[in-house]
């Protein structure tokens, strides 16, 4: 009977051991298969694409309208931030990555040194980003100085800046969004946030906070405009015109919060990669763009 | 005469020896014997699973928080006032997170601690058995709502309340967290405090009573002083429900980084860092691991709340 009793706690301890092996196991990080070559005939295969959390909903649908047309192709859509694009495009873990900004010329020298190959980087669609205020907040427009000025802390009333005297309240969007990071690089010139900016989760929180709100500022994207706020015009600087967005102020550069969105390679695509870039900047993947609320290339 | 002396005796009379019980030779008692053992077994394998678990968990916080304890220029800024994760250098300053954690948890336990132990009283006491049945599970439902749903409803009536009824910028605030969690916690609260309430025998109710107390009195001055222990684990679970609270806070707090002077301005707590950070941060960065030195630190602070919890109700049950 004793003997029974041991058999089973070295049954049980048995499993957990076994149970522990596959968690440690687990924990080691599964390497991914590097890029599969390309098949010579048709589109086959299957292909990894990496990054930015702002572009990843559009990829998903980009890659869905892709594998209806073409059977034998997968395309796997992953976000993670355009950092961790860039990363797994080093370590070879992705075959395209998605990027709300520049690749800077360290990443393009490390992939060059890990790869080999040059990086190519193709811009897929635009992006604006409007400013928005109140409905009864008179402040039309703003200039750029402005805008970085209230987002900083340097100015706190809208009186400062033509306003009612109205304490200004501050909305950002959560440090994880690609956009907080543009409009600290672009707007702010990297300077810090004023630690009290409200940060919010998505885009439609801002605006609804912003709807109810006499005394807020918020951005948001194009997609997100409204006629139940008001959109400020964004002057460059004190001397030239005020330019609201839209979709043609950002295609033609003269709205200042405006960036191009990347998709970057390491060497030239090949085989799906290549058909799915060429998918992406065909008039049916343009369509796309637009129907995402974000501004076509061509 | 001694009771011990007949005690002994009659315990010879009925004493069962093990091996007469193991070495019957049926054969469908050592069919039980096996399936006896093997049910032992089982129940050892999940007890031990769940001790492993936790100490899993505890060991995987600390190890990715260990990095930036070692990187002596990231770890400097864990004690300044600002959160700055992805600025350069970036600050980690954990004050105004768990500032903020602690001012909304402080807060919905000052709500909820008397609203619950009010009802508890009430249904342990006054109530008759029809309400009783009725309010009882009303209750348990409040404990069923998704966070997200109480998060929403805070957003959407709360929040414009509080803003038009204080005058402030913005109603997403510590004290619209305060509420939203108060909400939560009141169902364990009610419950716990209610089961501590139910244990003190009858029997100190009748005593005083017969002493000419009224029944408010008896409540006040016996009853719930000798719940009192239940009542404090009840708070104290109550208090790791509050501070774990993710979603709701993350909806309704306004997440701004400061340290807060009042109830009246928005904060960012521990539990919503995380969980707004997470999705875009770069695995292996400093950030990253910045991220999982603040759930280490909200680890501690609920192990510890919760161990507070369980030996107070262990004296609970020595009291009776």
Redo the contacts between chains.
């Keep these: 009977m004793n003997s029974l009793k041991k058999f089973s706690k070295v049954v049980a301890l048995a499993a957990v051991v076994g149970l522990l092996g596959t968690v440690v196991a687990g924990c080691g990080g599964s390497k991914q298969d590097a890029a599969k070559p390309a098949a010579d005939m048709g589109i086959k295969g299957s292909i990894q694409v990496k990054g930015s959390d702002t572009i990843v909903n559009l990829s998903q649908a980009m890659a869905e309208e892709f594998m209806k047309k073409n059977k034998d192709a997968s395309v796997a859509v992953t976000g993670g931030g355009s950092g961790t694009g860039i990363k797994a495009l080093v370590n070879g873990t992705t075959d395209l990555c998605n990027s709300s900004r520049n690749m800077t010329a360290e990443e393009k020298a490390e992939i060059k040194g890990k790869t080999q190959k040059d990086v190519k980087e193709i811009v897929i669609a635009n992006d604006g980003i409007g400013f928005i205020v109140n409905k009864d907040n008179p402040v039309k427009e703003l200039t750029m100085e402005q805008l970085s000025d209230i987002y900083t802390g340097k100015v706190s009333n809208w009186k400062e800046l033509g306003g009612n005297d109205e304490k200004i309240v501050v909305y950002a969007r959560e440090t994880s969004s690609g956009t907080h990071v543009f409009v600290k690089e672009h707007v702010m010139k990297n300077k810090e946030y004023r630690s009290d900016a409200l940060l919010q989760n998505s885009n439609a929180a801002i605006v609804k906070e912003v709807e109810g709100n006499k005394g807020a500022i918020g951005y948001v994207g194009l997609g997100y405009l409204k006629d139940t706020i008001k959109t400020l015009g964004v002057k460059k600087d004190a001397g030239s015109a005020a330019v609201m967005p839209s979709e043609s102020s950002v295609k033609d550069k003269s709205y200042p919060v405006s960036r191009p969105l990347f998709v970057y390679a390491a060497g030239e695509p090949q085989g799906v990669a290549k058909a799915f870039v060429d998918f992406i900047l065909s008039s049916e993947g343009q369509a796309i763009v637009k129907k995402m609320d974000f501004v076509s290339i061509n | 005469m001694s009771p011990n002396g007949d005690n002994s005796a009659i315990t010879n009379d009925i004493v069962v020896h093990k091996e007469s019980l193991?070495k019957s030779g049926s054969k469908k008692r050592r069919i039980w014997?096996?399936t006896e053992?093997?049910s032992?077994?089982?129940l050892?394998?999940s007890a031990?699973?769940g001790v492993?678990t936790v100490i899993?968990i505890f060991l995987?916080l600390f190890k990715e928080a260990i990095p930036l304890l070692m990187d002596t220029t990231a770890s400097k800024t864990l004690a300044s006032?600002?959160?700055?994760?992805?600025?350069?250098p970036p600050v980690f300053g954990l004050v105004?997170l768990i500032a903020g954690s602690i001012i909304v948890t402080f807060g919905a336990i000052v709500i909820s601690v008397p609203l619950g132990v009010g009802a508890a009283i009430y249904l342990s006491m006054v109530a008759s058995p029809t309400v009783r049945e009725i309010l009882k599970p009303a209750i348990e439902v409040l404990a069923g709502i998704p966070s997200v749903v109480v998060g929403f409803f805070g957003?959407a009536v709360l929040a414009?309340l509080i803003?038009n009824l204080f005058h402030l910028?913005?109603?997403?605030t510590a004290l619209t967290g305060a509420i939203t969690l108060a909400l939560m916690a009141l169902p364990t609260i009610t419950s716990i405090s209610e089961d501590a309430i139910s244990t003190v025998p009858r029997r100190y109710m009748e005593a005083s009573l017969s002493l000419g107390a009224t029944r408010w009195q008896a409540i006040r001055t016996v009853i719930v002083p000798a719940a009192l222990s239940g009542i404090t684990a009840a708070t104290m679970l109550g208090i790791g429900r509050a501070i774990g609270e993710t979603m709701t806070v993350?909806?309704v707090t306004?997440?701004?980084?400061?340290i807060p002077d009042s109830f009246l301005?928005?904060v960012?707590t521990m539990t919503a860092t995380i969980a707004?950070?997470?999705?875009?941060?770069?695995?292996g960065?400093d950030h990253y691991y910045a991220l999982f030195v603040v759930g280490a630190v909200l680890f501690l602070m609920t192990f510890v709340i919760n161990l507070v919890a369980d030996i107070v109700s262990r004296r609970m049950k020595e009291v009776e």
């Design positions: 193991s014997d096996f053992k093997i032992e077994g089982l050892f394998i031990f699973i492993v899993l995987f006032k600002n959160w700055y994760p992805i600025s350069n105004p957003m414009p803003k910028p913005t109603g997403l993350l909806m306004g997440n701004a980084g400061i301005v928005p960012r707004a950070e997470m999705g875009e941060v770069a695995r960065s």
